[in-house]
């Protein structure tokens, strides 16, 4: 059995003297020694035939002699590899540079917000063009001939006679969704509107609104002021109060504007309440029986809601930004403080 351990001993000289000029020779150095049919393999199959009282001896004698190639081998790769990233000048062990990550508009956040707490409610989202026609922007709204909305400081016309335009509200959404659908209808309509306006910390010609709808049998104003009470709470915080007052739109009646107390005071008044402690947040009312007929619905049967804010103005209530103008400039600065709100 001294064979045997003379066998070993050579297979350690010959191990600690190994060298290699090429990669590939690392995987052949492998293979002979430690692969399954390799040498220290072989070795652990004779081993079987030892005497009992040798098992220990021979047994540490291999284990450290597979520890030796495993050792000797892994340095070899080690050395080649070593070599290729000093060829190359980059260290691949070396943690990449990190990729930061972007984060959601403020605009982009706040309607997700609004979209979440309406579906909660069982709306539907709606979406349509917003390139439109005048019957679906003002004329099945009940808007009249001489309504200044059709004026042109008010509205974008792309073409006349048929008018053609950029929508001022997505109230247009609206009239196309009670065209194609019959009640029960409960849906809101989210997009981007334009009106000829100048630019200012307060109004934009672009900004976006979300809307909703509610048609059905038996819809009262109580329906509509829970709803909203409901949407202001969710959005601004459980202690937020309403208030309606009267108010006027051509497709509503009767018709309101909704104040929410403002979260910056908690209604004790402050320069961005101005002192009233209160925030005009949106319009509302009672779908006219007008616009129900226009759209083919039956107003001695149905009765509906329907509301309409400003997403920016939200925005700018929700965060306390007091000019719109940084929506639309992409300023980074801006932008970052709104990472932790995704």
């Given at each position: 059995m001294n064979a045997m351990l003379d066998k070993i001993k050579e297979l350690k000289a010959e191990i600690e003297k190994a060298s290699v000029s090429a990669k590939e020779e690392v995987e052949e150095l492998r293979i002979k020694y430690i692969s399954k049919k390799g040498l220290v393999g072989q070795l652990f199959n004779e081993f079987k035939d030892v005497p009992v009282e040798l098992k220990k001896e021979v047994g540490q004698a291999i284990n450290e002699l597979k520890e030796l190639a495993v050792n000797k081998i892994n340095e070899l790769k080690e050395a080649f590899e070593s070599a290729d990233q000093g060829a190359s000048g980059v260290d691949l062990t070396m943690p990449g540079e990190p990729i930061k990550l972007g984060s959601r508009h403020p605009l982009s956040i706040v309607k997700n917000e609004m979209?979440?707490?309406?579906?909660?409610?069982?709306?539907?989202?709606?979406?349509?063009?917003?390139?439109?026609?005048?019957?679906?922007?003002?004329?099945?709204?009940?808007?009249?001939?001489?309504?200044?909305?059709?004026?042109?400081?008010?509205?974008?016309?792309?073409?006349?006679?048929?008018?053609?335009?950029?929508?001022?509200?997505?109230?247009?959404?609206?009239?196309?969704?009670?065209?194609?659908?019959?009640?029960?209808?409960?849906?809101?309509?989210?997009?981007?509107?334009?009106?000829?306006?100048?630019?200012?910390?307060?109004?934009?010609?672009?900004?976006?609104?979300?809307?909703?709808?509610?048609?059905?049998?038996?819809?009262?104003?109580?329906?509509?002021?829970?709803?909203?009470?409901?949407?202001?709470?969710?959005?601004?915080?459980?202690?937020?109060?309403?208030?309606?007052?009267?108010?006027?739109?051509?497709?509503?009646?009767?018709?309101?504007?909704?104040?929410?107390?403002?979260?910056?005071?908690?209604?004790?008044?402050?320069?961005?309440?101005?002192?009233?402690?209160?925030?005009?947040?949106?319009?509302?009312?009672?779908?006219?029986?007008?616009?129900?007929?226009?759209?083919?619905?039956?107003?001695?049967?149905y009765t509906g809601f329907a509301f309409g804010m400003g997403i920016e103005r939200t925005t700018m209530l929700k965060y306390g930004i007091k000019d719109i103008r940084h929506f639309f400039e992409n300023d980074v600065r801006f932008l970052k403080q709104f990472e932790s709100a995704n």
């Open positions: 979209i979440d707490i309406f579906t909660r409610l069982g709306f539907t989202i709606a979406e349509g063009p917003e390139i439109e026609d005048d019957w679906h922007v003002f004329s099945a709204l009940n808007f009249p001939p001489e309504h200044p909305a059709r004026d042109m400081q008010d509205t974008f016309f792309i073409e006349k006679d048929p008018d053609v335009l950029l929508r001022t509200h997505t109230s247009s959404v609206q009239v196309r969704v009670m065209e194609k659908t019959q009640p029960p209808i409960r849906a809101i309509f989210p997009g981007r509107v334009f009106r000829n306006e100048a630019i200012s910390a307060r109004s934009h010609c672009i900004f976006h609104q979300i809307e909703g709808l509610y048609v059905d049998e038996n819809v009262s104003f109580a329906d509509l002021k829970q709803t909203l009470l409901y949407f202001a709470r969710e959005l601004f915080g459980e202690k937020t109060e309403i208030r309606l007052r009267p108010s006027y739109f051509p497709f509503t009646e009767p018709s309101a504007e909704m104040d929410v107390s403002c979260s910056i005071c908690g209604g004790e008044g402050c320069n961005v309440c101005k002192y009233t402690g209160w925030l005009e947040i949106l319009g509302c009312g009672m779908v006219d029986p007008n616009v129900l007929e226009a759209c083919n619905i039956d107003s001695k049967k």
